[in-house]
């Protein structure tokens, strides 16, 4: 039994604010031990479980914060960016028996701690064949297209709710309770990685490889905050300006979808100046 933990940190216990995640702060410092403890709990309980092997896919901005010599000796990790599936690499050689999405958060435009999707303000909002979608539900889409479920999603109580709407059968841990934006009620990571590991531990009785599901066209579109972000973002083949701060596209499936997303998020990254976004 092979398990991909996809591991972000904006739902890490106790990261509550920007500077909790952002690479190089003393904040992130910190943080980054708690991220890790997050991490090693799923790969206990994973292996308590009866996975055989698990790997810890890095997820968040530069994808170089889990802290490589404290991290359970039984996994492997891939750390670093420009990753062909970026968030969910690895699931792609169709041998992973279950997916963790781990301190996961909800998408632009919802309620939750430190909410976006992909960009911390930029984007606006996102919508997956018309529904609202987190980074939950954009890379849950991928992982399907290899027959690999979702078997457990960890984050704040409001990004638990959303991976009811794209992981209905997957367990859930929220480590904290959201107040706003920036604020969480928050617990110790010795009482998260307890409840992490039991949940993951469970969470192995609905690991088992899937029929692939059949790829079907999945319809993006992704509202900025700025004119001119929606301007440049279309400056992407297969990218059209439907409004002033709106872009659509369409992709034959989930793999290319993800890769078009990474592809314009990048570019409306780039398109940003000082102050004025």
Not at 146 to 151: A, C, E, F, Q
């Amino acid at each position: 039994m092979k398990i991909l933990i996809s591991a972000d940190m904006e739902g890490a216990t106790g990261v509550t604010w920007p500077a909790d995640c952002e690479p190089g702060t003393e904040q992130w410092r910190r943080c980054r031990a708690m991220f890790t403890s997050d991490v090693n709990a799923a790969i206990a309980g994973l292996f308590d479980g009866g996975a055989t092997e698990v790997l810890v896919n890095e997820a968040h901005a530069t994808m170089r914060n889990l802290l490589l010599e404290e991290l359970d000796e039984r996994a492997g990790m891939i750390t670093g960016r420009h990753k062909e599936l970026s968030m969910v690499e690895g699931v792609q050689h169709g041998d992973c028996d279950g997916a963790v999405f781990l301190g996961y958060h909800c998408g632009a435009g919802e309620e939750g701690v430190l909410a976006h999707t992909y960009l911390p303000n930029a984007v606006t909002g996102v919508w997956l064949n018309g529904e609202p979608a987190s980074e939950g539900r954009l890379n849950a889409a991928v992982v399907a297209e290899y027959g690999t479920p979702v078997i457990l999603v960890t984050g704040d109580d409001r990004a638990c709710e959303d991976a009811e709407t794209y992981a209905p059968f997957a367990r859930t841990v929220a480590v904290k309770e959201y107040v706003s934006r920036y604020a969480a009620r928050c617990r110790p990571p010795a009482r998260t990685a307890e409840e992490i590991r039991l949940a993951a531990s469970k969470a192995t009785m609905l690991a088992g490889r899937l029929d692939p599901a059949e790829p079907s066209p999945k319809a993006v579109e992704i509202e900025v905050d700025a004119a001119h972000l929606a301007q440049d973002a279309a400056l992407v083949p297969g990218v059209s300006r439907i409004g002033a701060r709106r872009v659509r596209y369409t992709s034959p499936d989930a793999y290319e979808m993800i890769r078009c997303f990474k592809t314009v998020t990048t570019m409306i990254a780039r398109s940003m100046e000082k102050d004025y976004g």
